[in-house]
């Protein structure tokens, strides 16, 4: 089982910024797409930022520009640079992975973080 641990969350003011890391560990194993998730009081999981095995990035259209997605394949981290933080931006970020494990028969795998707490103050 690959586990993914988030880190880097906190308090900020408005206008402020953080950087948000999701290190992935295991045994023999490899990925392919990374992504950030986040989820606020009330309202549903969303997508924020993926990036593939190639450095292909997306955004949600609401963090375009001011968040950036980055990977490290060594060591099998994700980070998530976030500037001029709105107090919107506000929620839980979650780190999702996924990719294939090697033992005696391949397997696909993907799983989720914890998550890290994001708080904007206004």
């Known amino acids: 089982q690959v586990q993914l641990v988030e880190s880097g969350g906190g308090l900020v003011q408005a206008g402020g910024s953080l950087r948000l890391s999701c290190v992935a560990s295991?045994?023999?194993?490899?990925?392919?797409?990374m992504g950030w998730y986040r989820q606020a009081p009330g309202k549903q999981r969303e997508f924020v930022a993926g990036?593939?095995?190639?450095?292909?990035?997306n955004y949600a259209d609401s963090v375009r520009g001011r968040f950036t997605i980055s990977r490290d394949n060594a060591p099998n981290t994700m980070y998530l640079q976030m500037n001029s933080l709105k107090p919107e931006d506000t929620a839980v970020y979650y780190c999702?992975?996924?990719?294939?494990?090697?033992?005696?028969?391949?397997?696909?795998?993907?799983?989720w973080g914890q998550g890290t707490q994001v708080t904007v103050s206004s």
């Open positions: 999702n992975a996924d990719g294939w494990t090697y033992g005696l028969l391949r397997r696909r795998w993907s799983n």
């Open positions: 295991g045994s023999s194993f490899s990925i392919n797409n």
């Open positions: 990036i593939t095995d190639n450095g292909a990035t």
